[in-house]
């Protein structure tokens, strides 16, 4: 299995106990499967994070960060204009296919678009 990159969607319903996010337990388990990006780090700091939480994304391995000009290229080139994602969803995106992950996201947007890339998680059957 490659690795996966998690979204803060994701993160956030991971420690709120929630089940759509139970998966991530499994897959923390078996160590170097789960990405962090620093961005992702970064959102989950502003909405707060307890000591614990923040020890666990520490612990993670860090994806591939992608240079801004390479970013805007990668918008452009594969016209990610109008799809309602965001800047940071754009950089998850090709982060995870410099890096050779997928991206699990919660974010219905930012899932059909890393899906259309082959870069969704889970990968469509």
Same mark, same amino acid.
């Given at each position: 299995?490659?690795?996966?990159?998690? %979204?803060? &969607?994701? +993160?956030?319903?991971?420690?709120?106990?929630?089940?759509? #996010?139970?998966?991530?337990?499994?897959?923390?388990?078996?160590?170097?499967?789960?990405?962090?990006?620093? $961005?992702?780090? @970064?959102? $989950?700091?502003? @909405?707060?994070? *307890?000591?614990?939480?923040?020890? $666990?994304?520490?612990?993670?391995? &860090?994806?591939?960060?992608?240079?801004? %000009?390479?970013? $805007? &290229?990668?918008?452009?080139?594969?016209?990610?204009?109008? =799809? /309602?994602?965001? +800047?940071?969803?754009?950089?998850?995106?090709? &982060?995870?296919?410099? /890096?050779? #992950? *997928?991206?699990? *996201?919660? %974010?219905?947007?930012?899932?059909?678009?890393?899906?259309?890339? %082959?870069?969704? +998680?889970?990968?469509? =059957?």
């Amino acid at each position: 299995m490659k690795p996966v990159i998690v %979204d803060t &969607s994701v +993160w956030r319903q991971f420690f709120a106990g929630r089940p759509t #996010a139970r998966r991530l337990g499994a897959l923390l388990e078996e160590y170097g499967l789960v990405l962090v990006h620093p $961005l992702v780090i @970064g959102e $989950l700091v502003l @909405g707060g994070l *307890s000591v614990r939480e923040e020890r $666990l994304l520490q612990t993670l391995p &860090s994806s591939d960060c992608v240079p801004y %000009d390479e970013v $805007l &290229s990668f918008v452009r080139h594969r016209r990610l204009m109008r =799809k /309602s994602i965001g +800047w940071v969803d754009a950089e998850l995106i090709a &982060s995870a296919l410099s /890096s050779g #992950a *997928s991206l699990w *996201s919660l %974010d219905n947007a930012l899932a059909e678009a890393a899906s259309a890339l %082959d870069a969704g +998680w889970p990968p469509e =059957k």
